[in-house]
Nanobody, 122 residues
Framework: RVQLVESGGGSVQAGGSLRLSCAAD?????MGWFRQAPGQEREAVAI???????TVADSVKDRFTASKDIPKSTLYLQMNSLKPEDTAMYYC???????????????????WGQGTQVTVSS
C-alpha cells in the first residue's frame, strides 16, 4: 500500500494562505485532498489523476488551486483567502480503486494520510 506524507497545515488568520503538500512513495497514483471538520462529513476538496489533471471542488475553486507534480508524486493544494469555515483536518488520499460514474471524483481511495490540521481564526 502506498505511503503518504502530508505537510503544510497550520494556523492562520482569515484572509491568509496555506499550501498543503502530499507526497506518495511511489509513482502513477491518483491522489486527492479531503477535509473534515468536527461533526461534519468528509468533503472532497481536490483530486489529481495519473495524467496530472486536477479538479477542485466547486465550493472552494474560487480560492483554492491544486497541482500535481508527477515526477515527485506530490499533490499540492494552494489555499488562499482562507475563511474560518475552512478550519478542518485535511487528509490526503491516493490510489483510487473506484471512480464516481461520470465524473472526476474518486469513490474509494486505497491509502490515506494521517491528516494535517488547518485552523483559520477570524
Amino acid at each position: 500500500r502506498v505511503q503518504l506524507v502530508e505537510s503544510g497545515g497550520g494556523s492562520v488568520q482569515a484572509g491568509g494562505s496555506l499550501r498543503l503538500s502530499c507526497a506518495a512513495d511511489g509513482y502513477g497514483y491518483s491522489m486527492g485532498w479531503f477535509r473534515q471538520a468536527p461533526g461534519q462529513e468528509r468533503e472532497a476538496v481536490a483530486i489529481g489523476d495519473v495524467s496530472g489533471k486536477v479538479t477542485v471542488a466547486d465550493s472552494v475553486k474560487d480560492r483554492f488551486t491544486a497541482s500535481k507534480d508527477i515526477p515527485k508524486s506530490t499533490l499540492y493544494l494552494q489555499m488562499n483567502s482562507l475563511k474560518p469555515e475552512d478550519t478542518a483536518m485535511y487528509y490526503c488520499a491516493a490510489d483510487c480503486r473506484r471512480w464516481d460514474s461520470g465524473g472526476p471524483w474518486c469513490a474509494r481511495f486505497d491509502a490515506w494520510g494521517q491528516g494535517t490540521q488547518v485552523t483559520v481564526s477570524s
